[in-house]
């Protein structure tokens, strides 16, 4: 069973560069429609989505967030990561990855079938 | 962007109520909508795909349905385990957008 788990330093200096990965155990995302996306949650706040990238190495990502952050996928398929620059507490969120399948029945869609716990992650001095 | 508007944000039930959760999108996503379970400190869990199919392993007590903008997931014969936050998901958009949440207490 293809179990996901986020990890990285729960606290970041401001203007830092945050770093997550996302280890994928049991299997890999190595079917052609799987994509590893993240998404976070602030404080006692919704769900904010952040982006994504294919199992081809494709990217997708939060026009919000766009110009500071990078995805990528090991040749594995086993790990995927992030990269948000220049972090301020605004960023101070959980952060989960997922993974985004691709489902053709009843109809073509895609959803979040497999998620990680999360991680806390803290912006501050 | 898509819109996500859930209604009600928080619901008090009973074990053994059926209670139903409201998802309004700013424009029609056909049937491109996802319902989640969100429980403090486990990873969050699919419930609903397609706005009315189950996913493999959730119990036939949830039910999604809707199409265009409207949706709603419904739960009958609430569990204890059942009390939790659910969320709904447009993938119509390539840029995802979240309902709010509905926090379902007891």
């Known amino acids: 069973q293809v179990q996901l788990q986020e990890s990285g330093p729960g606290l970041v200096k401001p203007s830092q560069t945050l770093s997550l990965t996302c280890s994928v155990s049991?299997?890999?995302?190595?079917?052609?429609?799987?994509?590893c996306t993240w998404i976070r949650q602030h404080p006692g706040k919704g769900l904010e989505w952040i982006g994504y990238i294919s199992n081809s190495g494709d990217t997708y990502y939060s026009p919000s967030l766009k110009s500071r952050l990078t995805m990528s996928l090991d040749t594995s398929k086993t790990q995927c990561s992030l990269k948000l620059t220049s972090v301020t507490a605004a960023d101070t969120a959980v952060y989960y990855c997922a993974r985004d399948s691709l489902v053709k029945t009843p109809v073509t869609t895609r959803a979040f079938d497999i998620w990680g716990q999360g991680t806390m992650v803290t912006v501050s001095s | 962007d898509i819109q996500m508007t859930q209604s009600p944000s928080s619901l008090s039930a009973s074990v053994g109520d059926s209670v139903t959760i409201t998802c309004r999108a700013s424009q029609s996503i056909t049937n491109h909508l996802n319902w989640y379970q969100w429980k403090p400190g486990k990873a969050p869990n699919l419930l609903i795909y397609a706005a009315s199919t189950l996913q493999a392993g959730v119990p036939s007590r949830f039910s999604g349905s809707g199409s265009g903008t409207v949706f709603t997931l419904t739960i009958n014969d609430l569990q204890p385990e059942d009390f939790a936050t659910y969320y709904c998901h447009q993938s119509y958009s390539t840029l995802y957008t979240f309902g709010q949440g509905t926090k379902l207490e007891i």
């Open positions: 049991g299997g890999s995302l190595n079917s052609g429609g799987d994509y």
